[in-house]
């Protein structure tokens, strides 16, 4: 069973960094496309970031250059390492695991950032 659980959310200053992680089970990094989504307040939920085949990564225009992802394999986690926040990064942040086997697509629940002073 494919759990995803988010934690490292919290409140930022502008210019400042925080690093999101998201605890796995059940899932086989290489195998997964990994995903972090956010959803600005009153807004739809937007692609962040993701990894797919173990290595190759995307990033929305937004935030290239000033945010990473990184997966875990021992620890089996999947990162978002953000820099250089910005007031507009304020949101819910999900991690989503889509299976290439099955077509199944997991969710966690979400954790929140705020950038602000």
């Known amino acids: 069973q494919v759990q995803l659980v988010e934690s490292g959310g919290g409140l930022v200053e502008p210019g400042g960094s925080l690093r999101l992680s998201c605890k796995t089970s059940g899932i086989i990094f290489g195998l997964y496309t990994m995903y972090w989504f956010r959803q600005p307040p009153g807004k739809e939920r937007e692609l962040v970031a993701r990894?797919?085949?173990?290595?190759?990564?995307d990033y929305a225009n937004s935030v290239k250059g000033r945010f990473t992802v990184s997966e875990d394999v021992f620890k089996k986690t999947f990162d978002l390492q953000m820099a250089s926040l910005k007031p507009e990064d304020t949101a819910v942040y999900f991690c989503r695991a889509d299976d290439g086997w099955s077509g199944g697509s997991y969710w966690g629940q979400g954790t929140q950032v705020t950038v602000g002073s």
């Open positions: 990894i797919s085949n173990g290595a190759a990564t």
